[in-house]
T-cell receptor, first 115, second 114 residues
Framework: AQKITQTQPGMFVQEKEAVTLDCTYD???????LFWYKQPSSGEMIFLIY??????QNATEGRYSLNFQKARKSANLVISASQLGDSAMYFC????????????FGKGTRLHILP | EAQVTQNPRYLITVTGKKLTVTCSQN?????MSWYRQDPGLGLRQIYY???????DKGDVPEGYKVSRKEKRNFPLILESPSPNQTSLYFC?????????????FGDGTRLSIL
């Protein structure tokens, strides 16, 4: 069974709109971290935001925020006021601290921002 | 500058010809990992290492070898490459035991096996 599920292979969003990228995860490890990475067309992996399993508040980093719903095991990325430069592939990842720090990635969501 | 350096960035080679992709990091990270990225499959972990002389299989280790003789280096070896190993490969590193530490990625190596 997939441990990280990103159900949206692709999304098209109008510039300046907010966008939510979905991520659900599955783990029995009580200690874990959730990450979002951006991969533009140039190919590099860019770290965006982190949420820890024990964090009480949702993480925010500039225009990025993470809607963390622990009971539902979801960690959706919200990008506010989208820009053309946000067009990229986005990956959700989970790090399980009691399983050798193993890190698992989802299959990604390709986001297209329309002018 | 903190970085993960992979070489080569691009390689076209033929089936069966042994190749090595080097990976080096200058951040004194314990944890290093190799991934392959294929369309529709995301990043899949090939091997990872939690410290010198400690390596373990990821989800897709078949056809690959790794070694960790020094903390900074984690080469990926394809002893007898085959066309199904054509992919984009990433090396990454991070601190161990720190849940909030993101992985630092190299720029990727695009391998084509003919």
């Amino acid at each position: 069974a997939q441990k990280i599920t990103q159900t949206q292979p692709g999304m098209f969003v109008q510039e300046k709109e907010a966008v939510t990228l979905d991520c659900t995860y599955d783990t029995s490890d009580p200690s874990y971290g959730l990450f979002w990475y951006k991969q533009p067309s140039s190919g590099e992996m860019i770290f965006l935001i982190y949420q820890g399993s024990y964090d009480q508040q949702n993480a925010t980093e500039g225009r990025y925020s993470l809607n963390f719903q622990k009971a539902r095991k979801s960690a959706n990325l919200v990008i506010s006021a989208s820009q053309l430069g946000d067009s990229a592939m986005y990956f959700c990842a989970m790090r399980e601290m009691n399983r050798d720090d193993k890190i698992i990635f989802g299959k990604g969501t390709r986001l297209h921002i329309l002018p | 500058e903190a970085q993960v350096t992979q070489n080569p960035r691009y390689l076209i080679t033929v089936t069966g010809k042994k190749l090595t992709v080097t990976c080096s990091q200058n951040m004194n990270h314990e944890y290093m990992s190799w991934y392959r990225q294929d369309p529709g499959l995301g990043l899949r972990q090939i091997y990872y290492s939690m410290n010198v002389e400690v390596t373990d299989k990821g989800d897709v280790p078949e056809g690959y070898k790794v070694s960790r003789k020094e903390k900074r280096n984690f080469p990926l070896i394809l002893e007898s490459p085959s066309p199904n190993q054509t992919s984009l490969y990433f090396c990454a590193s991070s601190l161990l035991g720190e849940a909030n530490q993101p992985q630092h990625f190299g720029d990727g190596t695009r391998l084509s096996i003919l």
